[in-house]
């Protein structure tokens, strides 16, 4: 069964995988985007829970523990899911499935194998992946907006050789950073950058402050050689941007 692709204005930033049998995919939509993914019989994908949108007849799901894919106590304790949906291709012709971004996203493909075998992102950005990807999650347990290192605010890893998906919020801008080159970025605008690039963390009021929250309060000084994602509205951002202009109605007034 061939899988019902259809045109899309944009596409993202893709890798394309040196290996020849590459699965076909394609990435619809400009803001909220699903990945389309062709599965040929017996293939699966493994996929975040709540994300699959439709799926061909011959696909069934299961939602499974995956223990390759580590997790801790802490993320059970505060409400993180610790499982994965395995959605395989039963058939004995080509199916297909689609996978949607939680929000106002964009879906960046990302071929491990041309990162060194690992990735990292910001919490909660993993999606999908076909073939050898594992995800480790980590909770942070400092104080909220206190960040010393990479591992404060990008605290998922992808490792294998697998093709991945992971989500970034807003438009996305992709830097390839040369040796020794510098970049800033606010640290909430990185989706996932390469294990080869060096974090240096700058803050850019006194340490006080930093923890009563803001905006643009923390730098983080990338040095390459190495891949940046940058993303244009982080989830966190966007998301209090709809809090602040929301206006409760008081009862009894009209």
């Known amino acids: 069964m061939a899988a019902p692709f259809f045109s ?13 049998n590459v699965t076909p995919f394609q990435i619809l939509g400009g803001e909220a985007q699903i990945v389309q993914i062709m599965l040929k019989p017996q293939e699966k994908i493994v996929a975040r829970p709540g994300s699959m949108c439709y799926m061909s007849g011959s696909v069934q799901m299961e939602n499974v523990y995956i223990p390759e894919n580590e997790v801790g106590m802490w993320q059970w304790l505060f409400g993180k899911a610790v499982t994965s949906i395995v959605l395989l291709n039963q058939g004995s012709n080509d199916g297909f499935v689609g996978i949607s971004a939680p929000s106002l ?6 071929d491990l194998a041309m990162f060194g075998g690992e990735i990292l992102c910001q919490p909660d950005a993993f999606l ?11 909770t942070d347990q400092r104080a909220r907006n206190i960040v010393v290192g990479a591992e404060g605010f990008l605290r998922q890893k992808l490792t294998g ?9 807003g438009s996305v801008v992709q830097k390839n950073l040369e040796v020794g080159e510098e970049l800033a970025v606010d640290v909430s605008c990185i989706a996932a950058l390469s294990g080869t690039v060096n974090v240096q ?13 803001g905006d643009n309060l923390v730098t ?3 040095t390459g050689p190495g891949i940046v994602f940058i993303q244009s509205l982080p989830f966190q951002r966007f998301s209090q941007r709809i809090a602040s202009g929301y ?8």
């Open 128 to 138: 999908c992946s076909l073939n050898d990807v594992k995800v480790n999650n980590t």
């Open 105 to 110: 996203a964009r879906i960046l493909p990302i």
């Open 8 to 20: 899309t204005p944009f596409q993202p930033y893709v890798y394309q995988s040196p290996q020849e």
């Open 220 to 222: 983080a000084v990338l």
């Open 247 to 254: 206006i409760p109605k008081h009862e009894g007034k009209s």
């Open 201 to 213: 963390i700058k803050y850019n009021v006194p340490m006080r402050r930093v923890v009563f929250g």
């Open 161 to 169: 050789q697998g093709l991945a998906f992971i989500v970034a919020g």
